[in-house]
């Protein structure tokens, strides 16, 4: 319970979560609060309508061709795949039906080039797998991946990546 309330006080009005809680709330750590929501739900009560809002919220933000874009901000991930991934990912695993997530998907499929490092591809994956185990893109990101791993010890695969992390 103390962990869900501190996690509340980084909502900002009108939806969005930031770092400190105020404004101008932040893409990903809007799209992070919605993951971290979605798993304390199967432990702990969760108002939904936190939830609601960081997704309404996030709508607000999407460009229209699907992607977003990181905002407020002085570095961005290379190109829109990994921001529109991770934000897509977080909205799947919610179990969003909308059609901003399939505007999300679509974007992403048609633009496999921004899904270049093993990263952005290991997000895209997670965000169609979360939608749809089956899906023949998901399933085609993880078998590349599969395919650039790196062989450790005791039939482990590891990963390198030139890409930045949500947290840079």
């Not at 874009?69 to 897509?88: C, K, L, N, P, Q």
Request: charged content about 20%.
């Amino acid at each position: 319970n103390a962990g869900y309330q501190r996690l509340l006080t980084f909502e900002v009005a009108g939806g969005g979560f930031e770092w400190f809680g105020r404004t101008p709330p932040n893409i990903c750590l809007t799209a992070y609060g919605i993951l971290e929501f979605t798993d304390m739900a199967r432990v702990h009560p969760v108002d939904q309508a936190v939830t609601e809002r960081a997704r309404k919220w996030l709508f607000a933000q999407q460009n229209g061709d699907g992607s977003w874009d990181e905002i407020h901000r002085g570095w961005t991930w290379a190109g829109r795949g990994s921001m529109t991934a991770f934000v897509a990912w977080a909205l799947a695993e919610s179990g969003d039906q909308s059609a901003n997530l399939d505007r999300a998907l679509n974007y992403l499929r048609a633009r496999p080039k921004e899904l270049s490092n093993a990263y952005s591809k290991a997000l895209a994956a997670n965000a169609f797998l979360a939608r749809d185990r089956n899906d023949s893109f998901g399933r085609q990101l993880v078998a590349e991946l599969k395919q650039g791993g790196v062989p450790g010890s005791a039939q482990t695969l590891h990963w390198t990546s030139d890409g930045y992390s949500v947290t840079y």
